[in-house]
Nanobody, 124 residues
Framework: QVQLVESGGGLVQAGGSLRLSCAASERTFSNYAMAWFRQAPGKEREFVCASSRNTANTLYADSVKGRFRIARDDAKHTMYLQMNSLNTEDTGVYYC?????????????????WGQGTQVTVSS
């Protein structure tokens, strides 16, 4: 089981930026596909983006393409989410997730381990 800890959330004005981090306990981090999901109040959890080892393959939800960028440092067992041009619809709890293997997927069932989440609030 991989333990994941997110950080970097907070309150930001619309148009601003935030960078989230996800630290993993697993030494074989590079063998895991990693993803970010988010959940807004009253809504279901939704896929944001995902990355295979060394960001060789990445996936993004249409709603964040061109604004968000996923990155990972496999040597440091850490994944990042750079979020730019934030808007109020980006508000929610952001979760990082890990799944063994190399292929990425926008489906939550692909990922076996989840962090506790970090709150992102975008004010208008």
């Amino acid at each position: 089981q991989v333990q994941l800890v997110e950080s970097g959330g907070g309150l930001v004005q619309a148009g601003g930026s935030l960078r989230l981090s996800c630290a993993a306990s697993e030494r074989t981090f590079s063998n895991y596909a990693m993803a970010w999901f988010r959940q807004a109040p009253g809504k279901e959890r939704e896929f944001v983006c995902a990355s295979s080892r060394n960001t060789a393959n990445t996936l993004y939800a249409d709603s964040v393409k061109g604004r968000f960028r996923i990155a990972r440092d496999d040597a440091k067992h850490t994944m990042y989410l750079q979020m730019n041009s934030l808007n109020t619809e980006d508000t929610g709890v952001y979760y990082c997730a890990a799944g063994p293997g190399l292929y990425t997927s926008p489906r939550a069932v692909r990922y076996s381990d989840w962090g506790q989440g970090t709150q992102v609030t975008v004010s208008s």
